[in-house]
């Protein structure tokens, strides 16, 4: 009995709560059309950053989100598939975003396509694709430099591994491909010059190739060794000042390698200066360890526990380094363990550090203060592309 | 089994044996460095999780044989001292057979692990099982001597279903090609 009042008090309760309301607000809320959808900016703010999401747990639906890490809200702005393996590479003039992806007819089994997929950066709406032929796409866990854009943007450049290696050049004005440049013992593309690429090679050196006005390789020019890959090999991912790539090692040496020139140039480098608390040292730790900001500054995953082994094992600090005056400049200490990050291209540079549960920690890059976190915009954030 | 697969196979054995003693000398150093790895890794969530687990709560398997002693569901079970990936112990297969209706890769990566039982040093054979998507079960990233794409044979983020009818990744298995050295 005592149910049935308690139940007919709180009825009246929502019914007195709804006739204020309704007091409250003589007008309903307009009706609403139906098939609206979002549409993004045809050139996105520099505070916002491409999350490439492996989706290790299912592969062939990997995504990328496109997250405005310096909102208060509405972070995520959307997404878009980048299926097995792939890799998102947004143009910086074209409105077009590429994707790199591979496909089979029956999800894992049938025939393989590969293809680069065009993204309307406007609409995220899928604009047109080009076919890469061969099925011979690298798949590997996911790094910038197996896609990336040479010619004023005019081109993609693919890495294909088999475990042959090639680079297929491909015209994104004509949606066709100009040609297929074998790369025996070498590794990525570095856009190189007005039109080319440099590949890391497996003996230390790296081979520049330029291409001629209908993709063809001219002569290639080899370096000599500087990668110390039994003892000391660099990180495959640079962060780029300008046509300056910094690439840091797994035991904390940064090389500058300068890509303006039809052949890269080795610019020589120096030791991130040893700083206290690491046991046994601080080494950069992670999968995209190192990033750059506008100034130049560079920011740096570092992981205390560094040893033989734990270059993947993601950081607990973002160290920023003055390359010209060779100084560490800033400890930021993360909140949290962090996979890989990437700082914004924006006046008052954010960096991001994501982690392992898929969110995202914001920093004011220039003090090292917490910011925001975004949470859970990715299973697997491994790497992060800012907005230019 | 195709020619072209025992082909590769007789290759991989051949060039496993010819590595040379100072290189496996370094590789079973990072072995036994391994053994007490806390894998806090990038790859997924599940591994940030793991503490040696490989992510997930399985029973345990063994094998029974005292001579290969360990849990073939955890990252530390000796075999597993350079692999990458989802354990086909946890996925319907073994550590050393694939899942049914899989295919076995018959390109991949190599390491030298310590069998702490017979402590002898054996290669062992990462070969991934493919044509079905990602296990999820079970995943596990060990990375002594591991280096960047730029040294592929001795890189683990490789998808290493090459040469299978389907690049699709499953798992990953640990098969003994045979033992690296005399024991002295």
Known sequence: MARVYRMATFAMLLLSAGAAGAADFPQPLPEEPVSTVTELPERYPDSWVFVHDLHFNSLPDGRAAIVDVGAENNNLRGQIPVAQFGNILPSTTRGEIYV????????????????????????????????????????????????????????????????GSSVTVV???????????DLPGCSLVYPTGPRGFTSLCADGTMTSIALDATGKAGPAVTSEAFNTIDDDPLFMTPAMVGRTGWFVSFKGNLRAIDFAGAAARDLGGFAIP?????????????????????????????????????????????????????????????????????????????????????????????????????????HDPMTMTAAR | ?????????????????????????????????????????????????GHGHGGDPVAPQTTGNPQDPGDQTQCDYWRYCAIDGFLCSCCGGTASSCPPGTEMSPIT????????????????????????????????????????????????????????????????????????LEQQ
């Open chain 1, 274 to 378: 040893k700083q206290a608390g690491g046991e046994p040292e601080w080494r950069p730790g992670g999968w995209q360890v190192i990033s750059a900001d506008r100034a130049g500054l560079l920011y740096i995953l570092m992981n205390p526990k560094g040893i033989e082994g734990s270059h993947k094992d993601g950081g607990t600090e973002a160290w920023v380094v003055d390359p010209k005056a060779k100084t560490v400049v800033r400890r930021i200490a993360l909140k949290n363990h962090s996979v890989s990050i990437e700082a914004t291209q924006q006046e008052k540079p954010l960096l991001v550090a994501s982690r392992s549960d898929g969110s995202l920690d914001v920093y004011d890059a220039a003090s090292g203060a917490f910011v925001r976190t975004v949470a859970s915009v990715a």
């Open chain 1, 171 to 181: 015209d994104l004005d004509g949606r066709k491909i100009l040609s297929d440049i």
């Open chain 2, 1 to 49: 089994m195709s020619g072209l697969d025992k082909f590769s196979e007789k290759m991989t054995r051949r060039v496993a044996r010819a590595t040379s003693r100072r290189s496996l000398l370094t590789l079973i150093g990072g072995a036994l460095t391994g053994a007490a790895v806390i894998p806090v890794l990038p790859v997924s969530r599940a591994q940030a999780q």
């Open chain 2, 109 to 180: 990566w190599i390491g030298t692990c310590l069998n702490p039982a017979d402590n002898r040093s054996y290669i062992v054979s990462y070969n991934d099982c493919c044509g079905k998507s990602s296990c999820g079960r079970c995943l596990c990233n060990r990375n002594e001597r591991d280096r960047p794409m730029v040294r592929p044979q001795a890189n683990n983020d490789i998808n290493w279903c090459l040469g299978t009818s389907s690049a699709i990744y499953n798992c990953s298995t640990a098969v003994i090609l045979g033992v690296a």
């Open chain 1, 100 to 163: 790199g992806e591979t496909f089979y007819s029956r999800l894992t089994r049938g025939e393989r396509t590969d293809v680069i997929t065009i993204w309307d950066t406007k609409t995220l709406a899928p604009k047109d694709e080009i076919v890469l032929p061969g099925g011979k796409r690298g798949l590997f866990v996911t790094l910038r430099n197996s896609l990336q854009l040479t010619n004023d943007e005019k081109w993609a450049l693919v890495f294909n591994f088999t475990p």
